[in-house]
């Protein structure tokens, strides 16, 4: 695999092709449990360890499975991974594993992992696939935290709150707040959830026409070099 | 000097602006029932709220690069901000009134593509952002015709002179029958029930004077309130110890505003008159399910937001049967060519 491909791979996962962003895949858990910093981070992490694992497998039995019975084979791996998933939550952070609830045996669910298998893994080999599952998951997990951080600013004035259930005691101070004595309970609530996504989405579509009109403004100018000098000597 | 012409005449249709003011107008009984009952601070609101609307229009209109002027004058953002308004509580903090026509114009309008475009009632969503939000805030009434003691601020305000809305004490009546409820007069004093009464009474008087002026048609009122009527008559019959009467449900919290004022929303709402009806109807029916075994103190809100959300498909099946060839259709019509 060449160094373009993996930065193709990377442009296309983070930006231009985002599961959450542009594919609007994976919605439910997305505007579900993004009321926090911790949870978001807790869910996209599971969902990028599950993209990643799926990805790969999905990968190495790409020439043994028929495709007529392809997309049961590709939900199996994907359930035994968010399994996987699961009990590793269960077993090293059980307080965001009971606020995360079943959002988690959801991930089975997420049609970002069962449609990067089918559109990407099951065509390529194990290492782009692999590269895919990161660059994807990745983009997913930062949505998700962008949501989450802007959620849990304007909703109970406060940042990182609960950071603890992740990464242990030592992560208790990393609170910040930012608003004292703030509530904006719509913010925490689902509507928030789709007004932020909505106003993410129209950001990125905004910051892709400034750069389209860059592009054009600057392509126009490496053409319009020659005319102008003609002009100028009229 | 009187001229006279034979027919036929050409009519001159009305334009919004002349419905707005209107409108406007007919909210004046409902404004000072208000104003009477809780004090000057829903005229407070009422500035607010209008002022917001005005800026946030022109606001978002700049941005869009629309005209400006022609659409402010129009009166439609502030017949919103005024509808959102009569519907807080006087003594709600001045940020309440402004953040919520924001919201109102903003996004529940402008977002979707300004007047005309919304596909829910601006005013309606905007309480129910605002309910959802702050419901403490949004739940304190003054004690009616004792506002001088109250006073404007909201902070000021005491426990004592705040008072649950007749609705919200209903519900919370917890074991109590409706008989002992009544004789309680510390859960919900005789004044309270006036009061909405009186508002009431205002709301109604500028309905009928629409209905007459036929800016709004009967079919959404009438259905809506029959509905409600029906349902809440049935189960009062059926046990009237735990279950209101329907003079309740009509005279109690913001049944008639909306009956004349929101549901008859010529955007939001269904467009055929019988497609009205079935609107009206929809709203009735989940008013009074939503205040019977629902959890918000009122109703009206969440039932005109989901009826709207029903109202494309109401549409698709009221169409009114068009003779000869099919005009062009525009909007949710073009929902001809489906299957």
């Known amino acids: ?234 | 000097m009187l001229s006279l012409f034979a027919a036929p005449h050409s009519h001159v249709p009305r334009r919004m602006p002349q419905v707005m003011r209107q409108v406007m107008f007919a909210m004046l009984p409902g404004i000072i029932g208000l104003t009477i009952a809780f004090g000057p601070g829903i005229l407070v609101n009422l500035l607010l709220s209008m002022v917001t609307a005005l800026l946030t229009e022109a606001w978002i209109l700049r941005l869009r690069h629309r005209p400006v002027g022609k659409t402010l004058t129009d009166g439609s953002a502030v017949v919103t901000g005024m509808l959102l308004a009569v519907a807080l509580p006087a003594i709600a903090p001045w940020w309440i009134p402004v953040l919520g026509t924001f919201f109102a114009v903003a996004v529940t309008k402008q977002l979707f593509g300004g007047l005309g475009q919304n596909p829910f009632n601006p005013a309606m969503a905007a309480y129910a952002f605002l309910l959802i939000s702050f419901p403490l805030e949004m739940s304190l009434w003054p004690q009616p015709f004792e506002w001088h003691i109250a006073g404007f601020s909201w902070y000021e305000t005491a426990d004592a002179v705040t008072g649950a809305t007749p609705l919200d004490a209903f519900r919370h009546k917890g074991m109590l029958t409706a008989e002992e409820f009544w004789q309680q007069p510390q859960l919900l004093s005789p004044d309270m029930v006036l009061a909405w009464e009186w508002v009431a009474l205002g709301w109604a008087l500028g309905g009928v004077w629409l209905l007459w002026q036929r800016v709004i048609h009967w079919q959404a009122p009438v259905g809506m309130l029959s509905a409600l009527s029906l349902l809440a008559a049935f189960f009062y019959g059926v046990d009237p110890s735990h279950y209101a009467s329907p003079w309740f449900h009509w005279v109690s919290g913001a049944t008639l505003l909306s009956a004349f004022f929101i549901v008859t929303d010529p955007v939001s709402g269904a467009t055929s008159r019988l497609g009205q009806c079935f609107f009206g109807i929809g709203v009735g029916i989940l008013v009074y399910v939503i205040r019977t075994w629902g959890n918000y103190p009122d109703a009206v809100a969440f039932a005109v937001l989901l009826m709207n959300f029903a109202a494309p498909t109401i549409d698709y099946y009221t169409r009114p049967r068009v003779h000869g060839h099919r005009k062009a259709q525009r909007g949710l019509k073009q929902k001809d060519s489906a299957p």
């Open chain 1, 1 to 234: 695999m060449s160094q373009t491909s993996v930065r193709e791979l990377a442009i296309n996962g983070l930006w231009h092709n985002n599961p959450a962003l542009v594919q609007l895949l994976g919605l439910c858990p997305l505007l579900a449990v993004t009321g926090s910093v911790v949870n978001a981070l807790g869910l996209g992490l599971a969902t990028l360890s599950v993209l990643v694992g799926a990805n790969v497998a999905v990968s190495l039995i790409r020439h043994h499975v028929p495709t007529s019975v392809r997309l049961p084979a590709f939900v199996m791996i994907i359930a035994s991974f968010v399994t996987c998933a699961e009990l590793l939550m269960q077993a090293y952070t059980y307080s965001l594993y009971q606020i995360l609830g079943i959002f988690i045996p959801l991930i089975v669910t997420n049609c970002a992992i069962l449609g990067r298998a089918d559109a990407f893994a099951s065509r390529q080999p194990v290492s782009a696939a692999a590269v895919d599952g990161i660059m994807m998951g990745l983009g997913f997990l930062a949505v998700l935290l962008v949501l989450g951080a802007i959620r849990e600013v304007l909703g109970q004035g406060t940042l990182f709150s609960g950071m603890a259930l992740l990464f242990g005691e030592y992560a208790k101070h990393w609170q910040i707040n930012v608003f004292a004595d703030w509530h904006l309970l719509i913010m925490i609530l689902p509507p928030g959830a789709f007004f932020t996504m909505s106003v993410l989405i129209a950001l990125k579509n905004i910051i892709d026409q400034q750069l389209k009109k860059r592009q054009a403004a600057v392509s126009n100018t490496v053409h319009a070099q020659p005319s102008r000098r003609v002009r100028v000597t009229d």
